[in-house]
């Protein structure tokens, strides 16, 4: 008596994967050049983003140059405690919770409001030269920026002579901690207005104008279209980059704080990457400046997933 053993069709299995694998292989000679031209981007990526994370073990250890990073002996947490016990935690982590806070209350804002308002003007020389204008500051280097707060925050800059017709005496306002984060962000907003409305103005640009012809026709006037046609076409690309701003809302124009800061406001500038340069770079600490700034990418990264998260649920638009 005779049995038929039925094989497996694993030669079909392996064709079908080799088939798959054939096909990506001759999508990527037949894209070669995008493929070039992505290559650089990526080896940046990977230089300046993916080969440093080999150094966060740094804020697991008691690290010295001698045994390196591999032979540094491991101490866990001891640098992460060490740093909510330090009497400057506190003060850190409020400087840097309420720049960002106001940062995402004036600063974000800011373009949006300017996109909506320029999408308004009817004369297209004006528009132009206004969009020109906004969009300069943001080309220019932030050491540029910051000479610039400070010639209008000194004795005879424009701050003292607008408040000197209110009766009050000049004074060098950087030296205040209570006047660095309205510099701070006032600078911020002045720096990134136009150019931050690139992206919202192209939202508006994708409109369809027979919406706002049929809205005319129902008798609506302006500020109905912006709310009811200007503004919903806007929410999917305000609601992106929300979430992209919270995943670095902590991390505050470091550059700019160092340049803007002396010890009299470290009151109010003092934030956590300041600290970090200064107990990791300048004081020679580098484990402890590795575990704070750790800390900090994945606060960062909660605040990104969590915004995704209740965006997708509001509003139904998310990053993924």
Known sequence: MQTNIVKQPEPLLKKKDNSKVANFFKTLIKQRWLVFMVLPGFALLLVFKYFPMYGVLVAFKDYNIRDGIIGSPWVGFKHME???ASPLSWRIIRNSVL????SLIFTFPAPIIFALLLNELRNRYFKRTVQTITYFPHFLSTVIVVGFVFDISSMNGLINKFVALFGMEPKIWLNFASAFRPLFIGSGIWQELGYGSIIFLAAITGIDPTQYEAAEIDGA???Q???FITWPAIIPATTVMLILKMGSILTTDFQKVLLMYNPKVYETADVIETYVYRMGVQGGQFEYGAA?????SIVSFVLIIFSNYAAKKVSGNSVW
Do not use: I, T
């Not at 720049?99 to 106001?102: I, P």
């Not at 704070?292 to 900090?296: E, I, Q, S, T, Y």
């Open 225 to 227: 279209k912006l709310r």
């Open 82 to 84: 060490a740093f909510f």
């Open 99 to 102: 720049l960002a806070v106001y």
């Open 292 to 296: 704070v700034g750790l800390m900090l």
């Open 221 to 223: 006037n302006r500020w």
